[in-house]
Every structure is written in C-alpha cells, then in structure tokens.
Nanobody, 121 residues
Framework: QVQLVESGGGLAQPGGSLRLSCEVS????????IGWYRQAPGKQRDFVAQ???????YYADSVKGRFIISRGNAKNTVLLQLNSLKPEDTAVYYC???????????????WGQGTQVTVSS
C-alpha cells in the first residue's frame, strides 16, 4: 500500500500564511511527481502546484508568486508554503502523488485525505 499523509491546514487571515506538508510512504519504488490540488465547496478539484522528480515545479496561474512548493527534510515529503492568502484560496487541499510501486512496477496515482484551508477575517 501507499499512504499520503497531509498536515498543516487551518485558519488564516487574508494576507497571512500557512504551510502544508505531504508525506508519501509505503510500497514505493520511485515517485514521478508530488503535487497539490484544491476543491472549494460546489466546485471542481483544481490543480495548484506540482514538483516532479527532477525538482522542476509548476503552478496554477492563480497561485503563482504566492505559493511555493518544495521538498521537505524527510524523505518523500513535499511542502506547500501558502503566502499572501486570499479568501478565494479557501478550499480543501489534496496531496497527489504519481508513484511507481515497488511490487508491481506499475505507475499509480494516489490521493491524500485532504486538509482544510480557510482564509477569513
């Protein structure tokens, strides 16, 4: 099995910051990419940011210049720093990992359970 454990959501004021963490563990041969998506109430799940295995990063236009994705100190951990938060950033944030499994060598997409980010004064 592969597990994605997210942490770090919560409540922030407009203009504030939060940091999310995602740790991927389990039957992993390699990880092609780890990223974040978000889903606001009544809306579809949207791409936020992604870091690939070569450390290249990609961002949605709506968060470019405000959010930063980086590797954590722990193995297979990715951080998402959320700066200059806006009320429209309020959503459940989901970690996503494209994993090559060590048992089958198959490439599988996994999701975390989600963490709530609320931006409100």
């Amino acid at each position: 099995q592969v597990q994605l454990v997210e942490s770090g959501g919560g409540l922030a004021q407009p203009g504030g910051s939060l940091r999310l963490s995602c740790e991927v563990s389990g039957s992993i041969f390699s990880i092609d990419a780890i990223g974040w998506y978000r889903q606001a109430p009544g809306k579809q799940r949207d791409f936020v940011a992604q870091m690939q295995s070569d450390d290249s990063t990609y961002y949605a236009d709506s968060v470019k210049g405000r959010f930063i994705i980086s590797r954590g100190n722990a193995k297979n951990t990715v951080l998402l720093q959320l700066n200059s938060l806006k009320p429209e950033d309020t959503a459940v944030y989901y970690c996503n990992a494209l994993v090559v499994r060590i048992d089958s060598q198959s490439r599988v997409n996994y999701w975390g359970q989600g963490t709530q980010v609320t931006v409100s004064s």
